[in-house]
DNA sequence: GAGTGGTCTAGACCACGTG
DNA sequence: ACGTGGTCTAGACCACTCT
């Protein structure tokens, strides 16, 4: 592990401890240098990784401030259903409902960098959270690696773990809009709720290491299983608000 | 302006401006240090901007790739209404339905770090964009501030810049918990929609400079009017996915 | 093996905040 | 005026990717 993941490490796990509550003072990068017997530079890195993850508010010329307290989730948790649900100490299960390869709509081409009309792979999911319904996922997948996800298990619990041992695929990148829908026919006979209820709607687009887009989704959530947090501040901010479409 | 900003706004045009398509290869740390006559490390601070932004993304050893084309807003205009309105070319509106102290419950005392019981100012606020309603805003703000909120006019169309104006207040820091609800009976009449369809909740709180909370509210968007987008990666995320509460 | 990004050091100077 | 964080430099070495 790099020094300042280390650094980063300790001074996470004291101010998750309560070693330094929320509203007090971070150390000096001094101070801090010379515990941990590193350069300056090496710290100041360390507190970046505090600052981007929310947990430390830093302005010039005054002392650190600690903002929060609650461990953040990696990009991992975020993607994969079952990841996530493991991490907060819940039972992921899925079903494939539907599977089917049909041309690429101009829209999914541009998300998926291909040609239009390209064929694309469909595939509708039920995902159920310790048994529960929660979650209906109709991912579209790029041809390329359309023929090993149609080789998955229909009740595959980590879509994202089996693909990576069976061909290396790394998620890497996400982009993600978050709106509220209504439920339709279908989501609503899925979901257990009744049509035109309030479901919570994440579509992403999903990236490889390389750059090259591997997936787009639509991700329709029941509501109330379901929060997305964001810290962010005037320094470090990855979230947008979008007028409708 | 920093050596490493402006460094960082130029490759931002050159990204937006199509110069490095999506997908493509930005130039090597060293081509860029040396065409802008910078040393490695301020041009390696220039990326990291572009990276924690979301549009360019990066691996040990290998070339950086271009993700992305569309900047990214900045804290103010997710925080301000008016200002988000503004910058992407709306006419934000506002009018105060209710205002009014009452003491604290113990939730809020948490999150705005008083103590329970102390009072409180309530203020519910709709909010229009170029003249459609789209927003109810249910803000609790601390007793501190309350006095500065209760002279503003009560069609104010930016709190946030008001505030800043009359008492040098600046929010610098925000925590979002975003899910999708059922229309109120209230919420319906107000937005004029339906009672039980969906709208997406937003709730936050702010904190000042200081690390001092200001404000928490409970904002409910009409669907269709407003979509959040996130981008992320494994290296940089400010997103969290929390279960139901 | 050559190229490229990731980590770390050591020191200098500047800008801002606080007393 | 002093303490603190922000910027910048120059150079070294390592880890990984690509061909």
Redesign the interface.
Same mark, same amino acid.
């Given at each position: 592990m790099a020094r300042y993941e280390h650094i980063a490490g300790e001074l996470r796990d004291a101010i998750i401890r309560g070693d330094h509550p929320?509203?007090t003072q971070l150390p000096t990068e001094a101070e801090l240098a010379s515990r941990f017997n590193a350069a300056r530079g090496t710290v100041r890195q360390a507190v970046a990784v505090l600052v981007?993850?929310?947990l430390v508010?830093t302005?010039q010329g005054?002392r650190r401030?600690?903002?929060?307290s609650e461990r953040?989730?990696?990009? &991992?948790?975020?993607h994969s259903f079952a990841q996530?649900a493991r991490s907060?100490g819940?039972q992921a299960g899925g079903l494939v409902l539907d599977s089917h390869r049909r041309p690429s709509t101009p829209s999914e081409a541009v998300r998926l &960098?291909i040609t239009p009309g390209e064929e694309v792979l469909v595939v509708v999911r039920l995902r159920r959270?310790d048994g529960e319904p929660v979650l209906v996922e109709r991912t579209v997948y790029a041809n390329w690696i359309a023929p090993a996800v149609e080789k998955l298990d229909p009740a595959c619990e980590s879509v994202t773990q089996e693909l990576y041992e069976a061909v290396g695929l790394v998620f890497?990148?996400?982009?993600?809009?978050? @709106?509220?829908?209504?439920a339709g026919a279908e989501d609503a006979r899925l979901l257990g709720v009744r049509r035109?209820?309030?479901?919570?709607?994440q579509r992403r687009t999903t990236?490889s290491?390389?750059?090259?887009p591997v997936e787009c989704s639509d991700d329709r959530?029941r509501?109330?299983?379901?929060?997305?947090?964001?810290?962010?501040?005037?320094? &470090?901010?990855?979230?947008?608000?979008?007028?409708? @479409?």
């Open positions: 929320i509203g981007a993850e929310g508010g302005r005054a401030i600690v903002l929060g953040s989730q990696s990009f &991992a948790e975020l996530w907060v819940h &960098a959270l890497a990148y996400g982009e993600h809009l978050i @709106d509220a829908v209504a035109g209820s309030p479901l919570l709607r990236t290491q390389e750059g090259r959530y509501a109330g299983s379901v929060t997305f947090s964001i810290r962010n501040s005037t320094t &470090a901010n990855s979230l947008v608000r979008r007028a409708g @479409d």
